[in-house]
């Protein structure tokens, strides 16, 4: 795994959050699956992100974290962040994904607020279990 891939931080304390870090877990290629890490937000990389991306503080969002050589990092959320996840995926996902991206990100953001707010009810609270192997993608 390389330090410059991107990093995926969730809220670690969501059940629906953690269902869908395993869902990405589940559906990434095998090439893919060396390209992607995952914190949560609660955690001290999480911390770390957060505070050098003052713009996210109060922000209620799943982050895409994309980190660059030069010190420079690249932050999406909302329905930037979901669209990321799907483009990384591949197949089926990064089609939907390039269709997404011609909804205007006010609509998109309305669908993801709406969901965002449900998500503690929808899926009631779960730990992430991941094998040896997704262990190793998973930051502190």
């Not at 060396?34 to 955690?43: E, I, K, T, V, Y």
Request: glycine share 8%.
């Amino acid at each position: 795994m390389q330090e410059q891939s991107p990093v995926l931080l969730y809220d670690g304390d969501c059940g629906f959050c953690a269902r869908s870090v395993q869902f990405v877990l589940a559906h990434e290629s095998a090439a893919a699956r060396l390209q992607l890490r995952f914190a949560p937000l609660q955690g001290v990389f999480g911390a770390t992100v957060l505070a050098h991306h003052p713009e996210l503080v109060g922000i209620d969002s799943v982050v895409w974290f994309e980190p660059h050589a030069a010190g420079a990092s690249r932050v999406r959320v909302r329905s930037d962040a979901a669209l990321s996840v799907a483009a990384h995926l591949g197949g089926v996902w990064r089609v939907l994904a390039v269709i997404g991206r011609f909804v205007p990100g006010v609509l998109r953001d309305g669908v993801y607020n709406m969901i965002a707010k449900r998500r503690l009810s929808i899926a009631a609270p779960a730990c992430l279990l991941p094998n040896a192997d997704e262990r190793a993608r998973f930051l502190k």
